[in-house]
């Protein structure tokens, strides 16, 4: 059973970086035709996606984040990454890393991480 676990800080500061770290157990990122995601649900609000990275490595971003977005991956620790540069407190929200067989996901599965809240404040 694949599984995914998020980790990075959980607090940010406004105009750093946001950086996180989704780890995958029990499959691995490249297995053909599977996209990893990362989507997010700010406090009261739906879910929003991100961005996503291919089993081939290509990557897809959101119109809305893509100037502020990056994800890349290390297959050699089975990890994909999300950056997210200049935030603001509007960035706070609960980060999700999933797998897919689409691009875009943003319905809740079994292939989801737990999500990890990060707070932008100073």
């Known amino acids: 059973q694949v599984q995914l676990q998020e980790s990075g800080p959980g607090l940010v500061k406004p105009s750093q970086t946001l950086s996180l770290t989704c780890t995958v157990s029990?499959?691995?990122?490249?297995?053909?035709?599977?996209?990893w995601s990362w989507i997010r649900q700010p406090p009261g609000k739906g879910m929003e996606w991100m961005g996503a990275?291919?089993?081939?490595?290509?990557?897809y971003y959101s119109p809305s984040l893509k100037s502020r977005t990056s994800i890349s991956r290390d297959t050699s620790k089975n990890q994909f990454t999300l950056q997210l540069r200049s935030v603001t407190p509007e960035d706070t929200a609960v980060y999700y890393c999933?797998?897919?067989?689409?691009?875009?996901?943003?319905?809740?599965?079994?292939?989801w991480g737990q999500g990890t809240q990060v707070t932008v404040s100073s």
């Open positions: 999933a797998r897919a067989r689409a691009v875009v996901t943003t319905t809740p599965s079994s292939y």
């Open positions: 029990g499959g691995s990122i490249t297995t053909n035709y599977y996209y």
């Open positions: 990275i291919s089993y081939s490595g290509s990557t």
